[in-house]
Protein backbone atom coordinates (compact mmCIF):
# COMPACT_ATOMS: atom_id res chain seq x y z
CA UNK A 1 0.00 0.00 0.00
CA UNK A 2 1.29 3.67 -1.31
CA UNK A 3 2.27 5.91 1.91
CA UNK A 4 0.30 9.43 1.18
CA UNK A 5 2.36 12.01 2.24
CA UNK A 6 1.19 16.04 3.21
CA UNK A 7 -0.45 17.98 0.74
CA UNK A 8 1.30 21.26 0.84
CA UNK A 9 0.90 23.28 3.39
CA UNK A 10 0.03 26.61 1.40
CA UNK A 11 -3.32 26.46 0.06
CA UNK A 12 -2.26 28.51 -3.38
CA UNK A 13 0.32 27.45 -5.75
CA UNK A 14 2.56 29.69 -7.16
CA UNK A 15 1.68 29.79 -10.69
CA UNK A 16 -0.46 28.44 -13.24
CA UNK A 17 -0.92 29.23 -16.87
CA UNK A 18 -4.79 29.31 -17.83
CA UNK A 19 -5.80 29.51 -21.34
CA UNK A 20 -9.36 31.84 -21.12
CA UNK A 21 -11.27 30.74 -24.09
CA UNK A 22 -13.90 33.34 -24.31
CA UNK A 23 -10.92 35.57 -24.67
CA UNK A 24 -8.54 32.81 -26.44
CA UNK A 25 -5.72 34.30 -24.72
CA UNK A 26 -2.87 32.36 -22.09
CA UNK A 27 -2.42 34.01 -18.98
CA UNK A 28 -0.20 33.47 -15.96
CA UNK A 29 -2.48 33.06 -12.66
CA UNK A 30 0.24 34.03 -9.88
CA UNK A 31 -1.94 32.43 -7.13
CA UNK A 32 -4.95 29.42 -7.91
CA UNK A 33 -5.72 26.48 -5.82
CA UNK A 34 -3.77 23.47 -5.85
CA UNK A 35 -6.07 20.70 -7.34
CA UNK A 36 -7.53 17.95 -4.67
CA UNK A 37 -6.23 14.18 -5.99
CA UNK A 38 -9.33 12.06 -5.55
CA UNK A 39 -7.98 8.34 -4.39
CA UNK A 40 -10.86 6.80 -5.71
CA UNK A 41 -10.07 7.96 -8.93
CA UNK A 42 -6.24 6.99 -8.91
CA UNK A 43 -5.61 10.44 -8.33
CA UNK A 44 -2.37 11.16 -7.36
CA UNK A 45 -1.14 14.98 -6.77
CA UNK A 46 2.16 15.64 -9.06
CA UNK A 47 4.64 18.53 -8.15
CA UNK A 48 5.53 19.23 -11.78
CA UNK A 49 9.18 19.88 -12.91
CA UNK A 50 8.55 20.35 -16.75
CA UNK A 51 6.07 19.99 -19.23
CA UNK A 52 6.14 19.83 -23.47
CA UNK A 53 3.76 20.77 -25.77
CA UNK A 54 1.55 19.63 -28.36
CA UNK A 55 0.86 21.33 -32.07
CA UNK A 56 -2.72 22.89 -31.87
CA UNK A 57 -3.58 22.04 -28.38
CA UNK A 58 -4.81 25.79 -28.04
CA UNK A 59 -7.26 24.98 -30.48
CA UNK A 60 -8.84 21.75 -29.15
CA UNK A 61 -11.54 23.39 -26.56
CA UNK A 62 -12.99 25.02 -29.65
CA UNK A 63 -13.03 21.54 -31.80
CA UNK A 64 -13.66 19.11 -28.95
CA UNK A 65 -15.72 20.95 -26.38
CA UNK A 66 -16.97 18.06 -25.21
CA UNK A 67 -14.02 15.84 -24.71
CA UNK A 68 -12.04 18.93 -23.47
CA UNK A 69 -14.48 19.47 -20.32
CA UNK A 70 -16.00 16.34 -19.37
CA UNK A 71 -14.21 16.18 -16.17
CA UNK A 72 -13.40 19.91 -16.50
CA UNK A 73 -16.71 21.84 -15.78
CA UNK A 74 -15.08 25.48 -14.70
CA UNK A 75 -13.64 24.82 -18.13
CA UNK A 76 -10.34 26.29 -16.94
CA UNK A 77 -7.63 25.20 -19.64
CA UNK A 78 -4.21 24.47 -18.51
CA UNK A 79 -1.91 23.42 -21.61
CA UNK A 80 0.61 20.72 -21.46
CA UNK A 81 -0.49 17.45 -21.53
CA UNK A 82 2.97 16.18 -21.08
CA UNK A 83 4.74 15.76 -17.57
CA UNK A 84 7.96 15.01 -15.64
CA UNK A 85 7.11 15.64 -11.65
CA UNK A 86 7.39 14.65 -8.05
CA UNK A 87 4.90 12.66 -6.24
CA UNK A 88 3.28 14.33 -3.87
CA UNK A 89 0.78 11.68 -2.54
CA UNK A 90 -0.31 8.52 -3.78
CA UNK A 91 -3.87 6.68 -3.22
CA UNK A 92 -3.93 3.39 -1.38
CA UNK A 93 -3.02 0.46 -3.70
CA UNK A 94 -1.15 2.57 -6.05
CA UNK A 95 2.50 1.05 -7.34
CA UNK A 96 3.72 4.73 -6.98
CA UNK A 97 4.66 6.77 -3.37
CA UNK A 98 5.86 10.05 -2.47
CA UNK A 99 9.23 11.07 -3.91
CA UNK A 100 8.88 8.81 -6.68
CA UNK A 101 9.96 10.58 -9.94
CA UNK A 102 7.07 9.96 -12.51
CA UNK A 103 6.01 10.64 -16.44
CA UNK A 104 2.63 11.08 -17.64
CA UNK A 105 0.44 11.69 -20.49
CA UNK A 106 -2.08 13.10 -18.65
CA UNK A 107 -6.16 13.37 -20.32
CA UNK A 108 -6.99 16.79 -21.92
CA UNK A 109 -10.30 15.82 -20.21
CA UNK A 110 -8.55 17.22 -17.04
CA UNK A 111 -6.87 20.64 -16.59
CA UNK A 112 -3.21 19.96 -18.01
CA UNK A 113 0.35 20.56 -16.20
CA UNK A 114 1.40 23.77 -17.20
CA UNK A 115 1.46 24.71 -13.52
CA UNK A 116 3.40 24.03 -10.26
CA UNK A 117 0.98 20.79 -9.46
CA UNK A 118 -1.22 18.70 -10.87
CA UNK A 119 -3.22 15.20 -11.39
CA UNK A 120 -1.79 12.25 -12.72
CA UNK A 121 -3.62 9.16 -12.48
CA UNK A 122 -2.00 5.24 -11.95
CA UNK A 123 -3.14 3.94 -15.35
CA UNK A 124 -0.97 7.35 -16.92
CA UNK A 125 1.93 7.27 -15.04
CA UNK A 126 5.14 5.38 -15.34
CA UNK A 127 8.51 5.79 -13.12
CA UNK A 128 10.38 8.59 -15.06
CA UNK A 129 13.33 7.07 -16.85
CA UNK A 130 16.96 6.96 -14.96
CA UNK A 131 18.73 8.18 -17.63
CA UNK A 132 16.42 11.09 -18.67
CA UNK A 133 16.60 14.71 -16.98
CA UNK A 134 13.32 16.18 -15.90
CA UNK A 135 13.52 18.72 -19.80
CA UNK A 136 14.25 15.07 -21.74
CA UNK A 137 11.58 13.26 -19.82
CA UNK A 138 8.76 15.77 -20.20
CA UNK A 139 9.35 14.95 -24.11
CA UNK A 140 8.76 11.51 -24.52
CA UNK A 141 5.26 10.75 -23.17
CA UNK A 142 2.88 11.32 -25.83
CA UNK A 143 4.65 11.37 -28.98
CA UNK A 144 6.43 7.73 -27.63
CA UNK A 145 3.36 6.61 -26.73
CA UNK A 146 1.56 7.56 -29.86
CA UNK A 147 3.93 6.11 -32.03
CA UNK A 148 3.89 2.78 -30.32
CA UNK A 149 0.37 2.87 -30.59
CA UNK A 150 0.52 3.40 -33.93
CA UNK A 151 2.91 0.73 -35.10
CA UNK A 152 2.11 -1.91 -32.37
CA UNK A 153 -1.47 -1.37 -31.98
CA UNK A 154 -2.99 -0.17 -35.55
CA UNK A 155 -0.18 -0.99 -38.38
CA UNK A 156 0.27 -4.72 -37.60
CA UNK A 157 3.86 -4.80 -36.20
CA UNK A 158 3.55 -7.58 -33.31
CA UNK A 159 6.47 -6.40 -31.20
CA UNK A 160 9.49 -4.90 -31.57
CA UNK A 161 11.21 -8.78 -31.97
CA UNK A 162 8.68 -9.23 -34.52
CA UNK A 163 10.66 -11.73 -37.25
CA UNK A 164 7.75 -10.49 -39.94
CA UNK A 165 9.31 -7.05 -40.05
CA UNK A 166 12.41 -8.46 -42.21
CA UNK A 167 12.83 -6.82 -45.50
CA UNK A 168 9.66 -5.19 -44.88
CA UNK A 169 9.86 -0.85 -45.35
CA UNK A 170 8.03 1.99 -43.72
CA UNK A 171 7.47 5.53 -44.90
CA UNK A 172 6.96 8.20 -41.76
CA UNK A 173 5.70 11.12 -42.88
CA UNK A 174 6.63 14.61 -40.97
CA UNK A 175 9.63 12.32 -39.59
CA UNK A 176 11.62 15.11 -37.84
CA UNK A 177 8.82 16.39 -35.65
CA UNK A 178 7.62 15.45 -32.47
CA UNK A 179 5.87 11.74 -33.31
CA UNK A 180 7.72 11.10 -36.01
CA UNK A 181 10.97 11.04 -34.36
CA UNK A 182 9.76 8.06 -32.24
CA UNK A 183 8.30 6.66 -34.91
CA UNK A 184 11.61 6.30 -37.00
CA UNK A 185 13.32 4.95 -33.63
CA UNK A 186 10.78 2.87 -32.86
CA UNK A 187 10.20 1.26 -36.16
CA UNK A 188 13.85 1.01 -37.03
CA UNK A 189 14.48 -1.40 -33.58
CA UNK A 190 11.25 -3.48 -34.31
CA UNK A 191 13.33 -4.67 -37.78
CA UNK A 192 11.78 -2.30 -40.48
CA UNK A 193 13.86 -0.12 -42.62
CA UNK A 194 12.59 3.52 -42.31
CA UNK A 195 11.75 5.74 -44.78
CA UNK A 196 11.31 9.16 -43.56
CA UNK A 197 10.06 12.82 -45.15
CA UNK A 198 11.96 15.45 -44.56
CA UNK A 199 11.87 19.07 -45.69
CA UNK A 200 15.68 20.12 -45.58
CA UNK A 201 19.29 18.44 -45.55
CA UNK A 202 19.40 19.49 -42.12
CA UNK A 203 16.43 16.94 -40.99
CA UNK A 204 17.65 14.57 -43.12
CA UNK A 205 21.15 14.11 -41.44
CA UNK A 206 18.77 14.70 -38.04
CA UNK A 207 16.61 11.43 -38.85
CA UNK A 208 19.25 9.33 -40.64
CA UNK A 209 20.77 9.86 -36.74
CA UNK A 210 17.71 7.95 -35.48
CA UNK A 211 17.96 5.23 -38.08
CA UNK A 212 16.27 6.53 -41.11
CA UNK A 213 17.89 4.83 -44.58
CA UNK A 214 16.07 6.55 -46.64
CA UNK A 215 14.50 10.06 -47.11
CA UNK A 216 12.10 12.26 -48.91
CA UNK A 217 12.28 15.63 -49.41
CA UNK A 218 8.93 17.35 -49.78
CA UNK A 219 10.41 20.61 -51.32
CA UNK A 220 11.80 18.64 -53.70
CA UNK A 221 9.12 16.04 -54.77
CA UNK A 222 5.54 14.91 -53.65
CA UNK A 223 5.38 11.60 -52.28
CA UNK A 224 3.53 10.66 -55.15
CA UNK A 225 6.40 11.62 -57.12
CA UNK A 226 8.63 9.57 -55.21
CA UNK A 227 6.72 6.33 -55.40
CA UNK A 228 6.49 6.72 -58.72
CA UNK A 229 10.68 6.83 -58.48
CA UNK A 230 11.05 4.02 -56.07
CA UNK A 231 7.82 1.79 -55.41
CA UNK A 232 5.09 1.61 -52.58
CA UNK A 233 6.26 0.19 -49.10
CA UNK A 234 4.56 -1.72 -46.94
CA UNK A 235 3.67 0.92 -44.32
CA UNK A 236 2.87 4.42 -44.35
CA UNK A 237 2.26 6.93 -41.01
CA UNK A 238 0.89 10.02 -41.64
CA UNK A 239 1.02 12.59 -39.50
CA UNK A 240 -0.22 15.77 -41.64
CA UNK A 241 -3.70 14.58 -42.78
CA UNK A 242 -4.88 17.11 -45.92
CA UNK A 243 -2.96 16.58 -49.28
CA UNK A 244 -0.13 15.30 -48.06
CA UNK A 245 -2.58 11.86 -46.97
CA UNK A 246 -3.70 11.88 -50.12
CA UNK A 247 -1.00 11.41 -51.53
CA UNK A 248 0.19 8.23 -48.86
CA UNK A 249 -2.15 6.23 -50.60
CA UNK A 250 -0.19 5.97 -53.77
CA UNK A 251 3.17 5.02 -51.58
CA UNK A 252 1.59 1.83 -49.90
CA UNK A 253 1.16 -1.14 -51.20
CA UNK A 254 -1.71 -3.42 -52.50
CA UNK A 255 -2.01 -5.35 -49.12
CA UNK A 256 -0.31 -3.14 -47.24
CA UNK A 257 -1.14 -0.30 -44.02
CA UNK A 258 -1.81 3.25 -44.07
CA UNK A 259 -2.32 5.04 -40.46
CA UNK A 260 -2.89 8.36 -39.99
CA UNK A 261 -3.31 10.06 -36.49
CA UNK A 262 -4.76 13.32 -38.16
CA UNK A 263 -7.91 12.21 -40.29
CA UNK A 264 -9.46 8.86 -41.40
CA UNK A 265 -7.27 7.64 -44.51
CA UNK A 266 -10.37 6.86 -46.74
CA UNK A 267 -11.62 10.08 -47.06
CA UNK A 268 -8.59 11.33 -48.89
CA UNK A 269 -8.17 8.15 -51.28
CA UNK A 270 -7.76 9.13 -55.01
CA UNK A 271 -10.30 8.26 -57.12
CA UNK A 272 -8.14 5.90 -59.13
CA UNK A 273 -7.34 3.94 -56.37
CA UNK A 274 -10.66 2.78 -55.44
CA UNK A 275 -9.86 -0.66 -55.73
CA UNK A 276 -6.66 -0.85 -53.74
CA UNK A 277 -6.71 -3.01 -50.93
CA UNK A 278 -5.03 -1.00 -48.54
CA UNK A 279 -6.28 -1.49 -44.15
CA UNK A 280 -5.96 1.93 -43.19
CA UNK A 281 -6.90 3.56 -39.73
CA UNK A 282 -7.05 6.91 -37.79
CA UNK A 283 -6.57 6.90 -34.23
CA UNK A 284 -6.16 9.20 -31.44
CA UNK A 285 -3.59 7.87 -28.87
CA UNK A 286 -4.88 6.72 -25.79
CA UNK A 287 -2.55 7.76 -22.67
CA UNK A 288 -0.79 4.11 -21.20
CA UNK A 289 1.52 4.01 -18.48
CA UNK A 290 2.14 0.32 -19.90
CA UNK A 291 3.52 1.34 -22.88
CA UNK A 292 5.17 4.23 -20.91
CA UNK A 293 6.80 1.65 -19.42
CA UNK A 294 8.02 -0.17 -22.05
CA UNK A 295 9.43 3.58 -23.83
CA UNK A 296 11.39 3.95 -20.18
CA UNK A 297 13.16 0.08 -20.77
CA UNK A 298 14.08 1.62 -23.93
CA UNK A 299 15.59 4.81 -22.59
CA UNK A 300 17.45 3.17 -20.01
CA UNK A 301 19.05 0.51 -21.99
CA UNK A 302 20.22 3.22 -24.63
CA UNK A 303 17.92 1.86 -27.20
CA UNK A 304 16.68 5.12 -28.37
CA UNK A 305 16.56 8.92 -26.93
CA UNK A 306 14.31 12.03 -26.50
CA UNK A 307 14.77 14.91 -28.64
CA UNK A 308 14.23 17.92 -27.05
CA UNK A 309 13.55 20.97 -30.01
CA UNK A 310 14.12 24.30 -27.21
CA UNK A 311 13.58 24.80 -23.32
CA UNK A 312 11.40 27.96 -22.20
CA UNK A 313 11.22 29.41 -18.88
CA UNK A 314 7.66 29.30 -17.31
CA UNK A 315 7.30 33.00 -17.68
CA UNK A 316 8.07 32.94 -21.64
CA UNK A 317 5.14 30.29 -22.82
CA UNK A 318 4.35 32.86 -25.58
CA UNK A 319 7.91 32.46 -27.00
CA UNK A 320 7.56 28.39 -26.56
CA UNK A 321 3.79 28.23 -28.39
CA UNK A 322 5.36 30.59 -30.79
CA UNK A 323 8.14 28.44 -31.76
CA UNK A 324 5.56 25.46 -31.67
CA UNK A 325 3.09 26.86 -34.14
CA UNK A 326 5.73 27.63 -36.17
CA UNK A 327 5.80 24.54 -37.95
CA UNK A 328 9.64 23.78 -38.06
CA UNK A 329 10.68 22.28 -34.61
CA UNK A 330 12.53 19.43 -34.48
CA UNK A 331 11.84 17.59 -31.57
CA UNK A 332 9.65 18.72 -28.87
CA UNK A 333 8.83 22.15 -26.92
CA UNK A 334 9.00 22.21 -23.14
CA UNK A 335 8.20 24.76 -20.55
CA UNK A 336 10.32 24.07 -17.02
CA UNK A 337 7.87 24.80 -14.19
CA UNK A 338 10.29 24.12 -10.94
CA UNK A 339 13.78 23.47 -10.24
Known amino acids: ?29 ASYPVPMPDPAKNDHLIQVKSTALCTRELVWPAL ?33 SPGDEIY ?6 RPGNCREYTIARTEEMALKPQKLNWVEAATVPLSAITAWQALFKYAGVKGLDDSNTAGKRALIVAAAGGVGVWL ?56 LGGKTLEDAWYCVTDGGTLISI ?16 VKNDFFIMEPNGQNLAEISRLLNEGHCRAVV ?25 VIKITE
Open 184 to 239: VQLARIAGLEVVAQVGSAKNDTFVRGLGASETVNYKMESLKEWAEREGPVDIVIDL
Open 1 to 29: MAATSTIPKHPLIAKTLIFDSPSQTLNIY
Open 262 to 277: FEPPEGKRPEGLKNKV
Open 64 to 96: FPAAMFAENPEKKITPGYDLAGTVITAPPASPF
Open 309 to 333: DSVWDFEDYNRAFERLDGGHANGKV
Open 104 to 109: ARTRPS
